[in-house]
């Protein structure tokens, strides 16, 4: 006799809870009776984020659902918009594990404020209301902050600048990227350990440093930097993501920018 089939069904959704989202649908089709307890909300209210209903309260628009495996699904497949709309909430889908996108008017971007500099726009192909349009400038410092308590705990994040190029663009061939704790390293510790990257659409052949990449929404991304976001319950302050092209007369045009993205790997 198999034993789960004298198992309460609530005795078998706690066990099911303590794996995965795939093994609760791979046992949902055993029998009837796994599946009532493979998609009971005991099982995906595990699998949500346990902040998951301050974060749905948090939406701009109402977030409906009819069960948490429901919601869990909803939040994989379709990003909400949280805080007034700068702020772009999902979760992976393999983990459940949470990812942001902060929009352009969510980052601190030197000389934003000036029309000269960059102009706020729209963009058909972006989920915010507004995008980041640079017109030209020398200095090109780009950040982007979000608490550790807001990520998923014990989990391997990278940083993604999401971005297009005009057809005329200029200067954006090389630029120097980083990841930092901000309670931990102070930005000139940060600046001695670069990566570049290139946000030139065509790169001359010999120039080395990280490429973007094509994605499904019409955006580019490069990779910023990644880290390690440690154990549950400690809060280990901002992290924060940045670009920086310091070079004196060194002018830069063209730049589109949606936002810069916080998701597990």
Known sequence: MNPFTVLPEDCISEIISLTTPADAIRSSIISRGFKSAAESDIVWNQFLPSDHQHIVSRSVSPVIFDSKKDLYFRLCESPILLDGGGLSFWLDKIEGKKCYLLSARQLTISFSDMKL?????????????????????????????????????????????????????????????????????????????????????????????????????????????????????????????????????????????????????
């Open 117 to 265: 500099f960059w102009e706020h726009t729209s963009d058909v192909d972006s989920r915010f209301s507004e995008i980041a349009f640079l017109n030209n400038v020398d200095l090109l410092d780009i950040r982007g902050k979000i608490g550790t308590h807001e990520l998923s705990s014990r989990t391997n994040y990278a940083a993604y600048l999401v971005f297009k190029v005009s057809e005329r663009y200029h200067g954006l061939e090389s630029t120097n990227a980083m990841v930092r704790f901000v309670n931990e390293e102070s930005e000139d510790k940060a600046e001695e350990r670069t990566t570049t990257v290139i946000l030139a659409a065509r790169a001359p052949r010999n120039l080395k440093g990280r490429l973007p990449e094509k994605r499904t929404d019409g955006w580019l991304e490069v990779e910023i930097g990644r880290f390690y976001n440690g154990e549950s319950g400690v809060d280990n302050g901002d992290v924060e993501a940045r670009l920086l092209d310091s070079r004196p007369f060194h002018a830069k045009c063209g730049l589109i920018i949606e936002g810069i993205e916080f998701r597990p790997i």
